[in-house]
């Protein structure tokens, strides 16, 4: 076969629930120097529902014992149902045993914008306490910046008034006609402010979630 050829290697369908993992595999695999595919065939969450991979999801071509990996890409966009994910080019030998192992960013409950898992916490908590809520942890500084219209979308809120200082959060002066100030937090505040709380502040944060680890075998099969 010809050389730099893209070729589909299995369809894998994938559970966020206990990273439980089904996968198809076709019988034969014609592989030399070329890109390896994973299409999505579904997926679901611990909830239930469908979720998609989400950018920053690292794709590796390995060996067989998984010590070395031939190739890793990280995609810049969510993968979903149906969709496929290219590794960069590889040389697979006739017959050998190898695998993709996916580690992919786990943000089923929150809401993954701007590269971050994102939650809105309740009025007076900390992102200390947000993230743990939700079974991860708060960046190191907590100063992710966060544009007001993500902001305003994730709490369902309409800013009166933006401001840039750190961290991202917003207050609500209900004795002002609901008047609602919105930080944004653009200029990038160099302390630390997961431990931030004011009883007037309902904080966004950017939380550090767990990620799954899926592993899929093939064998290359060469004309």
Same mark, same amino acid.
């Given at each position: 076969?010809?050389?730099?050829?893209?070729?589909? %290697? &299995?369809? =894998? /369908? *994938?559970? =966020?629930?206990?990273? #439980? @993992?089904? &996968? %198809?595999?076709?019988?034969?695999? $014609?592989?030399?120097?070329?890109? !390896?595919?994973?299409? /999505?065939?579904?997926t679901q969450s611990p909830e239930g529902g469908q979720f998609c991979l989400q950018s920053g999801t690292i794709?590796s071509v390995i060996d067989t014992d998984g010590s070395t990996v031939l190739n890793a890409y990280t995609t810049?966009?969510?993968?979903?149902?149906?969709?496929?994910?290219?590794?960069? *080019?590889? $040389? *697979?030998?006739?017959?050998?045993?190898?695998?993709?192992?996916?580690?992919?960013?786990?943000?089923?409950?929150? $809401?993954y914008r701007e590269g971050k898992c994102w939650y809105v916490g309740q009025q007076g908590q900390s992102c200390?306490? #947000?993230?743990?809520?939700?079974?991860?942890?708060?960046?190191?500084?907590?100063?992710?910046?966060?544009?007001?219209?993500? /902001?305003?979308? @994730? =709490?369902? /809120?309409?800013?009166?008034?933006?401001?840039?200082? +750190?961290? #991202?959060?917003?207050?609500?002066?209900?004795? !002002? *006609?609901?008047?609602?100030?919105?930080?944004? +937090?653009?200029?990038?505040?160099?302390?630390?402010?997961?431990? &931030?709380?004011?009883?007037? =502040?309902?904080? %966004?944060?950017?939380?550090?979630?767990?990620?799954?680890? &899926?592993?899929?075998?093939?064998?290359?099969? #060469? $004309?």
């Open positions: 076969m010809s050389k730099n050829m893209k070729k589909l %290697i &299995f369809t =894998a /369908i *994938l559970f =966020a629930s206990f990273f #439980v @993992l089904a &996968f %198809i595999i076709p019988n034969n695999v $014609d592989a030399a120097l070329v890109y !390896v595919g994973t299409k /999505i065939e579904n794709m810049t966009q969510q993968a979903c149902a149906g969709d496929t994910i290219w590794s960069g *080019l590889v $040389d *697979l030998q006739n017959q050998a045993q190898y695998g993709v192992r996916l580690r992919v960013p786990l943000c089923t409950d929150g $809401d200390t306490t #947000v993230c743990s809520t939700h079974g991860g942890t708060a960046s190191t500084t907590c100063n992710e910046s966060l544009s007001q219209a993500n /902001i305003e979308d @994730l =709490a369902g /809120i309409t800013c009166m008034y933006t401001q840039n200082y +750190c961290p #991202v959060y917003y207050e609500q002066y209900y004795w !002002v *006609l609901n008047y609602i100030d919105c930080y944004t +937090c653009l200029q990038g505040s160099t302390y630390n402010n997961c431990g &931030f709380s004011y009883y007037e =502040a309902t904080r %966004i944060c950017a939380c550090a979630m767990s990620t799954g680890t &899926f592993n899929f075998p093939f064998t290359a099969y #060469v $004309d």
